[in-house]
């Protein structure tokens, strides 16, 4: 480039941004008291920041490419310089972090050579991830990416990522009022009551055995079959039914979520009851929908099991006339409408006949949090099946479900 001293120093600014960004991690998660308003509003100010900087070293990257075409020899860019041992270089160290291309090249021998692989590689994956085994980003982002197509929950609730082992959110429970007063007289007393759900990301893991031979193989394949394919979607596949089950349970799941959607401890009232425990009736559902607040059906969403999305489908608008309220979609990506209402469908959602609540109508988008406790992490297991010629695969991830406002949600219950 023609500023070297400039890129290095966009590479040492990116590097410090995210000591900083880890140190309020580490300071967070040592206290256990997670992080204050005021830090977290500037961590998240620090990631805009260093998003920010990524895109500007990207667009410097390509510009030099660019030059590349226009001099007989490139300048080339600024490297990041991998200690040896017993050497210490702090602006290096700094700036490792998950995105550089050391890291890919070092992660990369990592999922195919597991302990075997060369310990200078070892050191850059463990140095720039605090001793954690994590993936690259690329890596990170295409499991979140296949997650959102395969579960519900993530399509429609708000996902957060939390910087300490728990979370606390401020809920007004009830509201104040406001009253006429009388001249010189005094006024009435109303105030709001607030309470806080508190979120403790539970750890969900996935173990995954892969033959030696596919492993080997596989980037003979093309780029299309990688063993980095094979495992983003395997251990998305894995993630999405794990998650889904335990944030859609009518009880705590052993380890996981606590207070799952349809638990008691959930708190949403059940707002309509059908009168048969095998069929649903168009009014029954007309009253269902009613019995949502007004200020919370503006951004509502259904959520059903399939088998009762297949009912809701039939369903006339009132008497058994043809008059459908059902409308399609006709657009790649967006869901269906039940009287203007996004349907959303999940094979973890209770089914007609088996349980007394089939299904949630509800502001997701504002008061359900699914929340995120850093990045996943992974482990290779060699040794561990080489009496069978494979090769095993540990990710594990660490997330929470919970809904902040039961008022904003409304249950419809199946006879029993």
């Known amino acids: 480039m023609a500023n070297d001293s400039g890129y290095k120093a966009l590479v040492e600014k990116m590097g410090a941004v995210y000591a900083e960004m880890k140190k309020m991690c580490d300071d967070a998660n040592d206290s256990g008291e997670g992080m204050s308003d005021a830090l977290e509003a500037k961590y998240s100010a620090l990631k805009m920041q260093y998003a920010s900087?990524?895109?500007?070293?990207?667009?410097?990257?390509?510009?030099?490419?660019?030059?590349?075409?226009?001099?007989?020899?490139?300048?080339?860019?600024?490297?990041?310089?991998?200690?040896?041992?017993?050497?210490?270089?702090?602006?290096?160290k700094s700036a490792r972090n998950t995105e550089?291309?050391?890291?890919?090249?070092?992660?990369?021998?990592?999922?195919?050579?597991?302990?075997?692989?060369?310990?200078?590689?070892?050191?850059?994956?463990?140095?720039?991830?605090?001793?954690?085994?994590?993936?690259?980003?690329?890596?990170?982002?295409?499991?979140t990416t296949k997650l959102k197509t395969m579960t519900a929950i993530r399509q429609i609730a708000k996902v957060i990522s939390i910087g300490s082992y728990a979370r606390e959110f401020a809920v007004e429970s009830t509201t104040g009022s406001a009253a006429w007063a009388a001249e010189a007289a005094s006024f009435t007393e109303s105030g709001s009551t607030f309470s806080k759900v508190t979120l403790t990301p539970a750890k969900l893991t996935g173990l995954l055995k892969v033959s030696n031979e596919l492993v080997d193989d596989a980037p003979a394949r093309g780029a299309g079959f990688s063993i980095e394919s094979i495992l983003t979607e395997q251990f998305a596949r894995m993630f999405a039914q794990a998650e889904e089950t335990a944030f859609?349970?009518?009880?705590?799941?052993?380890?996981?979520?606590?207070?799952?959607?349809?638990?008691s401890g959930a708190g949403i009232s059940t707002g309509k009851t059908t009168?048969?425990?095998?069929?649903?009736?168009?009014?029954?559902?007309?009253?269902?929908?009613?019995?949502?607040?007004?200020?919370?059906?503006?951004?509502?969403?259904?959520?059903?099991?399939?088998?009762?999305?297949?009912?809701?489908?039939?369903?006339?608008?009132?008497?058994?006339?043809?008059?459908?309220?059902?409308?399609?979609?006709?657009?790649?990506?967006?869901?269906?409408?039940?009287?203007?209402?996004?349907?959303?469908?999940?094979?973890?959602?209770p089914t007609i006949a088996t349980t007394?609540?089939?299904?949630?109508?509800?502001?997701?988008?504002?008061?359900?949090?699914?929340?995120?406790?850093?990045?996943?992490s992974m482990r290779v297991l060699k040794e561990l099946y080489a009496s069978t010629g494979q090769t095993g695969y540990l990710a594990v991830t660490r997330c929470d479900f919970g809904i902040t406002l039961p008022s904003a949600f409304s249950v419809l219950a199946c006879a029993t």
């Open 53 to 92: 900087l990524t895109a500007q070293r990207q667009r410097s990257d390509e510009l030099m490419n660019v030059g590349a075409g226009f001099k007989a020899e490139a300048p080339e860019a600024a490297k990041q310089v991998r200690n040896l041992p017993g050497i210490e270089n702090a602006s290096n």
């Open 100 to 143: 550089t291309e050391e890291y890919r090249n070092a992660w990369g021998s990592y999922i195919r050579s597991g302990e075997y692989t060369n310990p200078m590689e070892i050191r850059a994956i463990s140095e720039a991830s605090g001793g954690t085994v994590l993936p690259p980003l690329e890596f990170h982002n295409a499991i």
């Open 248 to 263: 859609c349970a009518t009880a705590s799941v052993t380890s996981g979520p606590q207070n799952p959607l349809l638990s």
């Open 275 to 349: 009168a048969s425990n095998s069929a649903i009736t168009a009014a029954e559902v007309i009253d269902w929908v009613y019995s949502l607040a007004r200020q919370y059906r503006t951004n509502a969403s259904i959520l059903v099991h399939d088998a009762t999305l297949g009912k809701l489908r039939q369903l006339g608008s009132l008497a058994g006339t043809v008059n459908y309220f059902w409308q399609n979609s006709g657009a790649l990506g967006e869901p269906d409408r039940l009287m203007g209402i996004p349907v959303y469908a999940s094979a973890a959602m």
């Open 356 to 376: 007394a609540k089939i299904g949630v109508i509800g502001d997701f988008g504002n008061y359900s949090v699914l929340a995120e406790r850093g990045t996943y």
